[in-house]
């Protein structure tokens, strides 16, 4: 059993590293989640981990002990909604107002095992062809390594693609390979997958058009949210535009944010620098 004193030292580690927020009662999933580490890293207990934290920190235990506690839950075309908005108004939009620069960036900012990366660059192949002369690139970041890593590998399992992944689009952007599915060159090419930690500076992020930031600011607290958001918010380009999660509400986004509705999914539009 995980002791208070132990659940107070990982999840003040984990909140300050990551800004994931592990409240009290959370005691169990901490405690399956590094349980789980300390066997893979060939300790015997909870209580070694702790120790060898505590007394013999290095930067990549503190990474491991973060990861273990990341939810990296995701699949393709997560709620359909939004990507049908893109498909629909925010992409065509964004073509008019760009049609000058002839640039596009998009950033999935909490991407995990880039399911959602991916789903956008289909809608931009499947539908935008006139973009392909356009200088378009979708930046892909987790705060997560091993979830960069299989992203950037574009490496799926049959458990995966049958997630969301319509037949037709598996067919025809993904290879067979054993039990697995590769993701072909023709997306992998649009993508750039890096790690951006959220509670950090965005370095080399910036001038996005279209920011997605789904399913992770539920972890974090309210300050933290809040935070992120206004730094979301200077990422992107006047006229660009912010998806969050369908259950997530944006406390404390700044007033040049509208709400925008298209059909069933709800975004932000940036209106002014
Ligand atoms: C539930 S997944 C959501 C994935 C995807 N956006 C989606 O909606 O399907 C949450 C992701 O947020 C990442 N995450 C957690 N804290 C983060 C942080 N501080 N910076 C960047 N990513 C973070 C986790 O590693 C995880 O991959």
């Known amino acids: 059993m995980i002791n208070p004193e132990q659940f107070r030292f990982f999840s003040d580690m984990v909140r300050q590293t990551s800004g ?15 349980n789980e580490l300390a066997r893979v890293l060939g300790l015997r207990s909870i209580d070694e981990l702790y120790r060898k934290t505590k007394f013999q920190p290095t930067p990549k ?11 990296n839950e995701t699949y393709f075309f997560r ?12 992409i065509p939009e964004l073509m008019e107002l760009r049609k000058k620069e002839r640039r596009m960036k998009f950033w999935s900012a909490a991407c995990s095992t880039g399911q959602e990366p991916y789903s956008i ?3 931009l192949k499947e539908h935008f062809q006139a973009l392909s002369s356009w200088k378009v690139e979708i930046i892909a ?24 992944l319509p037949i037709q689009l598996l067919i025809k952007y993904f290879k067979q390979n054993g039990a697995f599915w590769m993701v072909n060159d023709t997306l992998k090419g649009l993508i750039k997958f890096r790690k951006v930690n ?18 992770v600011l539920i972890y974090f607290d309210q300050k933290t949210k809040k935070d992120i958001l206004v730094k979301l918010v200077k990422a992107l380009n006047p006229g660009g535009y912010l998806f969050l999660g369908a259950t997530e509400t944006p406390v404390g ?3 040049t944010m509208k709400r925008k509705v298209f059909g069933r999914s709800t975004c932000w539009q940036k209106t002014t620098r």
């Not at 235990?61 to 939810?71: D, G, S």
């Not at 970041?141 to 969301?164: L, P």
């Not at 910036?206 to 997605?212: A, E, L, N, W």
């Open 198 to 215: 959220l509670m950090g500076p965005f370095i080399g992020v910036s001038g996005m058009d279209v920011i997605m930031c789904r399913y």
């Open 20 to 34: 994931i927020s592990l409240q009290k009662g959370k005691e169990y999933l901490l405690e399956s989640r590094l």
């Open 253 to 255: 986004l700044p007033p």
């Open 141 to 164: 970041s987790d705060i997560s390594q091993q979830a960069i890593d299989k992203g950037r590998n574009g490496r799926f399992t049959q458990v995966e693609v049958n997630r969301g």
């Open 121 to 123: 660059a289909m809608i």
């Open 79 to 90: 709620d359909q909604h939004p990507f049908d908005s893109l498909k629909n108004h925010v």
């Open 61 to 71: 235990l503190k990474e491991q002990i973060v990861e273990a506690m990341t939810t």
